[in-house]
Each structure stands twice: as structure tokens, then as C-alpha cells.
């Protein structure tokens, strides 16, 4: 019963993720689950159809309520198979937490992009995990900072092969 149990957990914690992830037409998600360690591929793709800018989703689910952010935090917070901070992507990392109450999803980085001063794109692997709210708003950031840390990662990559 447990096994058949987590097996929905899982199965219906993807289709949330990827429910929530492709409300942006720009977004296209593929099952991706190589020995990587996320378990999500997203795509986003940009209105002119130049580039595909990717990030990596790890997903975590639960049939515990989670009312608020403090929740989900605490419940990231206390979680083994998310990697631990010494395990390195060499591209942004989603962790996305769903409750199976009321559909309700969550995210937090595991490899946040970020812009430095400088200009140059760079990694942040987080001292820990701050869980917030997964809605429309917050998918536009999640978009825009991933795209712009690419687009400043192509920058760096031209300006360095010239």
C-alpha cells in the first residue's frame, strides 16, 4: 500500500510540475531522469524561436498539507533526496514541491542563476532552502532569470572564442 502510495505522490507531483511550468506557452517540459538528478528538463523557449534556454527540475511531493511558505520551507528544509549543497549543476535547478492537498506548489533553487555585478553569469547553490509560492508571477521570474542568465552566458562564451 505504502509503495502504491508514493507511486502516485510521484507520478502526480510531475503532472503538477509540468501543469504549473507550461501555464507559460514558452515552456515545454520533458520527463529527463539520466543518473542527472532532477527528474524535469524545461525548455524556454523564446517568441523568436533563436535559442532554447534550459533548466533542470527536481521534484518533490507530499500528501501533507502546506499551507504557506513557512511550511513548505520546513518541509524542504528536512528532506534527504534533494542533493545536498556540495552536488553541483552547471545550469539553473528548480526544486518544486507540490502537496497533493489542494494542488498547492512550491519552489526554491538548488542551482539559482544569477547576474553578477560584472556582468557574468554565475551559480549560486543556496545555504538553504527557502520555499515560495509557485504561481504566475512567480514563473515569470523563474523565466526571465533563467533566460538572462543565459543570454549573459552566450555573451561571455562569444566574447571569449574572438
Not at 40 to 53: F, Q
Not at 91 to 114: G, H, R
Request: charged residues 25%; proline residues 6%; contains cysteine.
Amino acid at each position: 500500500m505504502a509503495k502504491t502510495l508514493d507511486n502516485f505522490v510521484k507520478h502526480r507531483t510531475q503532472l503538477l510540475a509540468e501543469v504549473w511550468l507550461t501555464r507559460n506557452n514558452n515552456v515545454k517540459v520533458v520527463p529527463f531522469d539520466l543518473d542527472t538528478g532532477f527528474q524535469l528538463l524545461a525548455k524556454v523557449i523564446p517568441k523568436d524561436l533563436s535559442k532554447t534556454y534550459l533548466f533542470g527540475v527536481l521534484l518533490e511531493g507530499t500528501t501533507s498539507p502546506l499551507p504557506s511558505e513557512e511550511d513548505a520551507t520546513r518541509y524542504l528544509s528536512g528532506r534527504d533526496r534533494i542533493p545536498k549543497r556540495a552536488e553541483v549543476f552547471n545550469f539553473p535547478v528548480l526544486v518544486i514541491v507540490c502537496s497533493m492537498e489542494n494542488d498547492k506548489a512550491y519552489y526554491t533553487w538548488q542551482s539559482e542563476p544569477i547576474i553578477t555585478g560584472g556582468g557574468i553569469p554565475g551559480l549560486e547553490t543556496p545555504r538553504s532552502f527557502a520555499g515560495k509560492r509557485l504561481d504566475t508571477s512567480a514563473l515569470k521570474m523563474i523565466i526571465e532569470r533563467v533566460s538572462r542568465w543565459h543570454e549573459g552566458l552566450y555573451s561571455l562564451l562569444l566574447d571569449q572564442s574572438r
